[in-house]
Every structure is written in structure tokens, then in C-alpha cells.
């Protein structure tokens, strides 16, 4: 595997589920991060980890709870959500989060929240 | 607050010329970026610019004028893979991007 990859690719729950997203980087890089998108909106940087230390949370609810083990996985457990926490979640890598450092994205969860 | 702009969508012909515009205003300044993203992809880095000025990459060159806080992005020769969204974002003081909504260039033949 090489770059950003995130599983699944589709998740349909429940709000009384409780699910976790995987993301796996292949790149080397330090920092992770994860990103909600909606249609026609901005993307919203969510929470920033660089070296396993969560250093940016954006007021997110705590409804979702990442998990940061070592610098290659980053996980998003999420419980109790609503239908407008529907939307397509990113997971990015750049080499650190302290730099003008491109972000590598994966392809995205499009999770449905019913 | 900070704030990226850019059109929602946009439409151009194969074979010509397209040019998307990004303005932006932002609590410091470390670099403008483009994306692309392609309907249910991930979004893949097309251009970083830091200085005033063009920086040509093959069909795509990006523009930056820092005192305007005014970018764009120049498109020759479309193709219709070209069809995608694009997306500037701005990495602020605190090294965190700023991004806008993004434009879906539709493409025709």
C-alpha cells in the first residue's frame, strides 16, 4: 500500500451506533489529521495530531474521539452522532504540522447517519 | 475572522483556457495552495506559492499577489479529465489551512 489509505470507504449507522474510521499513512510523515467535508462547504479541520500528540482540536463535539497510537495511524471513534454529522470525513498526512508542508490526502469515508 | 473566496462553479470548452480566482483574508500568511479533487476522490496537490509572482507547471501555472490577497489558477489546453473541483487553501500564522469551499469546473466538448 502506498500513501493515505481509510477504511471503510462507506459507513451507514445509526445514531446509537458506535463506529470507528481507520486511517494508515505509508508516507513517513509525522503529522495526521482528520477532516470533515459537506457539500458546498469549506473543509473543517477537525483535530491535528504531530508525533502521536494531539495538538489542534476545533471545538469538535465530543461525540467523536480520535485516537492517535503511533505517527502511521490515526482512528475516529464516533457514538451517538446526528444526521448533520453526515458527510464525507478526510484523513491527511503532512511531514509535520509546524511547516508550509503539503498535505497527502486518503480517499474519505462518505458516512450516512440515519 | 478569516475568509477564502472562490466561485462555485465554472465552465469552460475543451481546448481552451480557464482561469479559477481565489482572494482571501487571513490571520497571517504562509503559503497559498491548490488542490484537485475529483468527485469521490481525494483531494491531490496541484501548486504551493509563497511569493509574489507565476509558477508554471506544465497546463498549470498559479499566481500569487500577497499585497491583494489574490491567487488564481491557469488552465490551458483543458482536457475533460480536467473536470473537478479546485480547491485553495490558505495555511495561516498558525500553520493550519484555511480552505475554501472549492469551484467544480465543468468541462464541455
Known amino acids: 500500500e502506498t500513501g493515505v489509505t481509510q477504511t471503510p470507504r462507506h459507513l451507514v449507522m445509526g445514531m446509537t451506533n458506535k463506529k470507528s474510521l481507520k486511517c494508515e499513512q505509508h508516507?513517513?510523515?509525522?503529522?495526521m489529521y482528520w477532516y470533515k467535508q459537506s457539500a458546498k462547504k469549506p473543509l473543517e479541520l477537525m483535530f491535528v495530531?504531530?508525533?502521536?500528540?494531539?495538538?489542534e482540536n476545533n471545538s469538535v463535539p465530543s461525540r467523536f474521539s480520535p485516537e492517535c497510537p503511533n505517527s502511521s495511524h490515526l482512528f475516529l471513534h464516533l457514538h451517538t452522532l446526528q444526521p448533520e454529522d453526515s458527510a464525507l470525513y478526510l484523513c491527511?498526512?503532512?511531514?509535520?504540522?509546524?511547516?508550509?508542508?503539503?498535505?497527502?490526502f486518503g480517499p474519505g469515508t462518505r458516512l450516512t447517519v440515519l | 475572522g478569516q475568509n477564502i473566496d472562490q466561485p462555485t462553479e465554472m465552465t469552460a470548452t475543451e481546448g481552451a483556457i480557464v482561469q479559477i480566482n481565489c482572494t482571501y483574508q487571513?490571520?497571517?500568511?504562509?503559503?497559498l495552495f491548490w488542490y484537485q479533487q475529483h468527485a469521490g476522490e481525494a483531494p491531490t496537490f496541484l501548486s504551493y506559492?509563497?511569493l509574489d509572482g507565476l509558477e508554471e507547471k506544465g497546463r498549470f501555472s498559479s499566481f500569487l499577489s500577497r499585497s491583494k490577497g489574490y491567487s488564481y489558477l491557469l488552465l490551458k489546453e483543458l482536457q475533460m479529465k480536467d473536470s473537478a473541483s479546485y480547491l485553495c487553501?490558505?495555511?495561516?500564522?498558525?500553520?493550519?489551512?484555511?480552505w475554501g469551499a472549492g469551484t467544480k469546473l465543468i468541462i464541455k466538448p
Open positions: 491527511a498526512s503532512s511531514q509535520d504540522s509546524g511547516g508550509a508542508n503539503e498535505q497527502f
Open positions: 508516507l513517513g510523515h509525522n503529522a
Open positions: 495530531y504531530n508525533f502521536k500528540e494531539q495538538t
Open positions: 487571513t490571520s497571517g500568511f504562509n503559503g
Open positions: 506559492n509563497v
Open positions: 487553501a490558505v495555511m495561516d500564522s498558525n500553520y493550519q489551512l484555511i
